[in-house]
């Protein structure tokens, strides 16, 4: 048994994408498959894992379901974030060809990304829970009429065929993760690039949100993410999900959360982490 301290958390089975962003970021650390989100969290809220790596969103198909409700309440702290590659494979049993298939199995956006490719072969699209789950599965079913759209990796874990690379009809399709701990490590300012993640509720005044994010262009502090959502239970005030670039303890940007906790109910901000920008951010 690996111990928690060198696990590192993902939802899904072994060949997901977030497996892939496992090996990418910490190929040095053993891996814990997760059935949801919520047993993610969990396994690094009570120790047995030591990192979730968490999916917030992608380039094609937005932000990440649900997830945005989980981590204000996780107790859990972003050490860092990673841009994972989605590249999609046509996957099949050990010698079939794309004569013998007749369907393809995937979650919805891996078929939905892959929509035209699958369309120009004629091939009908079955929806799967998940990417890699519908890769194991055909290949337990081991019928060269079913295929999955799935990673490569999830080829290689299920010994499946690669009938057609990079099936995806959209190039940089990018899945944006955020590394998460039960610490708050926020390195010291040292002059690289921030990103400082928080999420707040502003009070029910005219102007309250235009007002609260004020203070970050008075003093020059981008936001690079501003996303709105209700929270579960609560039909009245949205909750705001903010990416900043900026260290939490800059100068300007304790002037600009100054202002931003006057416009918030009971003046509280969550802050879920400032954490090294991934190199990527620059590179579009």
Known sequence: ??????????????GAY????????????DVLP??????????????????????????????VADIHHLLPSSGLYINGEHFQRVNHHLLAPRGATLDDLVEVHSHAQGLA??????????????????????????????????????????GEIYDLDVLVASAEDAEHNTTRFLIMSRTDVTPKINGE???????????????????????????????????????????????????????????????AMDELRFYCENGEVTILGTYPASPLRSNG
């Open 18 to 29: 977030s497996h892939m962003a496992c090996q990418a970021v910490k190929p040095e650390m």
């Open 113 to 154: 990304q892959c929509r035209e490719r699958l369309r120009a072969l004629g091939l009908q699209p079955v929806i799967h829970p998940d990417t890699a789950g519908a890769a194991k599965d055909i290949a337990a079913l081991n019928d060269k009429k079913v295929g999955a759209i799935a990673s490569a990796l999830a």
């Open 193 to 255: 690039p921030m990103i400082t993640t928080m999420v707040f509720t502003v009070r029910s005044v005219p102007a309250a949100l235009y007002k609260s994010l004020g203070g970050f262009a008075t003093n020059g502090v981008n936001l690079t993410k501003l996303e709105s959502y209700i929270r579960p239970g609560s039909h009245q005030n949205a909750q705001f999900y903010v990416d900043v670039e900026g260290h939490i303890d800059a100068p300007e940007m304790k002037l």
């Open 1 to 14: 048994m690996s111990n928690s301290s060198n696990i590192i958390a993902f939802q899904g089975v072994l």
């Open 34 to 63: 997760c059935r949801s989100f919520e047993d993610m969290i969990l396994a690094v809220q009570e120790g047995n894992a030591a990192l979730a790596m968490v999916p917030v969103e992608n380039s094609i198909a937005g932000r």
